[in-house]
């Protein structure tokens, strides 16, 4: 029998959201503030009295934060396509077949995600320059799959593991081809995994700075993460446009992960449970 939660889990619980919370609701709260209101006594007041959306229009008309946000789009999603792709077969043959040295490569992908990228961006840089690709889309698509790559094929393991091999050996003695028993038996199965992992990895490539900063310096190639670092000019920081633009790129990612919470909770916990 479950035991009911007391009052003290709940406050702890309000506790815990708030500190949570707190810095995205004083960026929020700071971005339709008013200038004046940013500096001085008034900047430690939470509400104002003369809300503006100022900041926001200037994010727009004064910053080419479209494009940032284009850029962005076009590099996250591509990147999270071919990753997860590319990573659910090689997942698949870790978890479901039988060869030397399976062990070997799964500690072999761990140990690249953990390379700092500070360590790994300068033979990178003297890569894609080599080859012409910097100040582009797949300049930073390739870089990106140092992180994303290795994070698909650990999490993806997890999922292939849990699906039962019985539906496996089922699929052969009906005729199926390995690659008809992937696509038609075991892929469907792992869609709660898959979905997932191409969450976090559209996240992390969305959010990535350093290769994005080194690697694309032209204006029209900038993300969202190195635009938004731009804004700083030499000798004043635009604290509301700084506030809006981080609400902005901020809002779709919370928007899009209470929507497929449900998913992303069933693919998280889906390879964590043996039954």
Known sequence: MSKKAGPLFYVCLAVFIFFVMFPFLWIL???VKPLSELFGDHAF?????????????SVFVNYPFLRYLWNSTVVATITTVYTVFVAAFAAYAIARLEFKGKAVILGLVLAVSMFPQIA??????????????T????????????????LSIWLLVTFFRKIPFDLEEAAKMDG????????????????????TT??????????????????????????????IAMFQGQYTIPWGELSAATVIV????????LLFQRRIVSGLTSGSVKE
């Open 198 to 227: 191409s969450i976090l990895v559209f996240i992390a490539a969305w959010n990535e700075f350093l290769f994005a900063l080194t690697i694309n310096t032209a204006e029209k190639y900038k993300t969202v993460p190195v635009g």
């Open 176 to 195: 199926a081809t390995p690659m008809q028993t992937y696509f038609k038996v075991i892929l469907p199965l792992a869609v709660p995994g898959v979905f």
């Open 45 to 57: 007041q939470w509400f104002t009295s003369h809300p503006t959306f100022e900041s926001y229009v």
């Open 29 to 31: 709260l700071s971005s």
């Open 120 to 133: 790994t961006i300068s033979p990178i840089y003297m890569f894609v320059k080599k080859f012409g690709l």
């Open 250 to 257: 901020t809002v779709p990612l919370v928007i899009m992960v």
């Open 135 to 150: 100040n582009s889309y797949l300049g930073l698509i390739i870089p990106y799959t140092t992180f994303a790559l290795p």
